[in-house]
Every structure is written in C-alpha cells, then in structure tokens.
C-alpha cells in the first residue's frame, strides 16, 4: 500500500499522468479504495497548506496540481486564510503570483464550494490585486520583473487589472 500511496502522490492522484508514464496498470493492482484516495488527498492539502510561504510558493502550486484532480474548497479556504494573514507584507511580484494562483484554485474549486467561501475568496483576492495597483513597485532581490514576464510597474498594474476582470467574471457567474 505504500508504493499505491507513493504513486498516488507523486502524480497528484491523477491518473492519465500515471497511464503516460506506464505506471496506471501497477497502481490499479493495488486495488486502492475511493476512502484511501481521499484519506491521501487530504493528507496532501494538509501537508501543502503548511508549506504556504510567501519566500516561495512552490506549494501553493501543489494546491493547484492537487484542485485539477481533487476539487476541495478547502484548498481555497486555506490559501485564502494563509493569504489574508501573510501576502499584504510581501513584495509586488509575490502578491501577483499568489493573486493569480488563488484565482486558479477558485476556478477548478468553484463548483464544490459554497457560495460564502467563494466571495470571501474574491474579496481577498481583489484586496490583493488593488494593493498592487495602488502602491509603488516593490521588488524583494531575486524577482526580476522579466523572469514573470512583466517589463515595468505598468505591465504589473496590467496583469493585475486583468486578473481583477477575471474575479469579476467569476462572480458574475455566481448570480
């Protein structure tokens, strides 16, 4: 069970990732149940919340990875939670990936989540992004603007505008 577990992980429990690269048919002879898939899932947005770092989001791309095959709203509500304690103290480029990441994980979560947690999760998000507008470009050593594709304090407020759109498209298909 602990090689299904392994494979299970690894692959964020997707399974055409695991049929591409040949290991389906060995995860399959494990017979896993649904209930232990599910007990990993958890495990893993467990693990993934408490690797929320505002030096480095890798695991906030995890929570990404883990929505696409296992649409939980608690993903959501741990990144937005993580999100409004943490990312107003961080620089320009780390709130646009964070803001733009949590509109990811709303969109793939949105349809098992309740309507609340949805707006909460706007909300947040918007706060974000028009903080960025509305502040002088701060950029800690290490995020050059080019690396995100962004050329200036101008492109920066534009992703973020754009981004802003997209929250509102959400909510408009909320009514």
Not at 102 to 120: D, G, S, Y
Request: hydrophobic share 40%.
């Amino acid at each position: 069970m602990q090689r299904a577990k392994e494979l299970f992980t690894n692959y964020f429990g997707n399974y055409f990732q695991m049929h591409k690269n040949g290991l389906l048919e060995e995860y399959k002879t494990y017979e896993v149940t649904k209930e232990a898939e599910t007990q990993w899932y958890e495990e893993m947005i467990a693990n993934e919340v408490k690797k929320l770092s505002i030096r480095n989001w890798d695991a906030a791309l995890q929570c990404v990875s883990i929505a696409k095959n296992y649409p939980d709203s608690k993903i959501v509500e741990q990144i937005v939670a993580f999100a409004s304690r943490h990312i107003m103290s961080s620089d320009s480029i780390v709130k646009l990936m964070y803001a733009e990441l949590m509109i990811e994980i709303i969109k793939l979560v949105k349809a098992n989540t309740a309507i609340e947690t949805l707006h909460k999760a706007y909300k947040e998000t918007a706060l974000i992004l028009e903080d960025i507008i509305s502040k002088p470009l701060i950029i800690d050593p290490g995020h050059e603007l080019q690396l995100f594709g962004l050329k200036d304090k101008r492109s920066l407020n534009l992703r973020a505008a754009n981004s802003i759109e997209s929250i509102k498209a959400l909510l408009a298909s909320d009514q």
